[in-house]
């Protein structure tokens, strides 16, 4: 089974601090996404790699930056917290092209609470 | 632009009644169809996926959806809830090929009513 890790389940930051959410999948898959979650906004990506040091922007990027230098390895970065980036962050990866028509496997989820 | 409207953000259906959930989008070419079900506190799981080939899919937990292109829909249905239903479930859609993202619905949470 594909297995998507997430570095914390609950995190606590404060306002200005440089945060750094981890994600690693054991599928050796190609793809990498990292969506936020809010209630009535359904899932948002914000950034996502389909190769080892390459990025996309996502929907909303603003505020965040991205670091892919291992394949199985997807780091989010907030440089300087707010509080409007208080959500439930959650990691997907996927086969590349055509393989698995897309389907995204998703992680447990990090919720990120920002004072 | 490709977009996924999910109608109801809140469905409540009692225990062994039908479950239906609404799942449109917008494309000009054939999507790929995705639903994902989240519950409390986890990340999503995969329930079903229609890719190509038969319009009906059926998934995990007695889920099945039907894709009816001249009505551009996915909706996801059961015949009879059970309590360890509730859950959000999200409608997704891939147009296009390469590495193009899913696009999501906002999501539908589902209660059941004992």
């Known amino acids: 089974d594909v297995k998507v890790t997430q570095s914390s389940r609950y995190l606590v930051k404060r306002t200005g601090e440089k945060v750094f959410l981890e ?8 793809n990498m996404f990292w969506y936020r979650q809010d209630p009535g906004l359904g899932l948002r990506l914000i950034y996502f790699s389909y ?8 929907d909303i990027p ?9 394949k199985e390895r997807f780091s989010l970065i907030l440089e300087s917290a707010s509080t409007n980036q208080t959500s439930m962050y959650l990691c997907a990866s996927s086969y590349p092209g055509g393989m698995g028509r897309g389907e995204q496997f998703f992680g447990p989820g990090t919720r990120l609470t920002v004072l | 632009a490709q977009s996924v409207t999910q109608l109801g953000s809140h469905v409540s259906v009692s225990e062994g009644a039908l479950v239906l959930l609404r799942c449109n989008y917008s494309s ?5 169809l995705f ?3 989240q519950y409390p506190n986890q990340g999503l799981q995969l329930l079903l996926k229609y890719t190509t080939g038969a319009t009906l899919v059926k998934g995990i937990n007695g889920f099945e959806a039907e894709f009816k292109k001249s009505e551009t829909s996915f909706h996801l249905t059961k015949p009879s809830a059970h309590m360890s239903d509730a859950a959000e479930y999200f409608c997704a ?3 296009g090929g390469g590495n193009t993202p899913l696009v999501f619905g906002k999501g539908t949470r589902l209660s059941v009513i004992a």
């Open chain 1, 23 to 30: 994600c690693v999948q054991d599928m050796d898959h190609e």
């Open chain 1, 51 to 58: 190769d080892v040091k390459m990025k996309e922007k996502g």
């Open chain 1, 62 to 70: 603003e505020g965040y930056s991205v670091s892919r230098e291992k």
């Open chain 2, 28 to 32: 000009s070419v054939p999507p790929y």
């Open chain 2, 35 to 37: 639903w994902y079900v």
């Open chain 2, 93 to 95: 859609v891939r147009m």
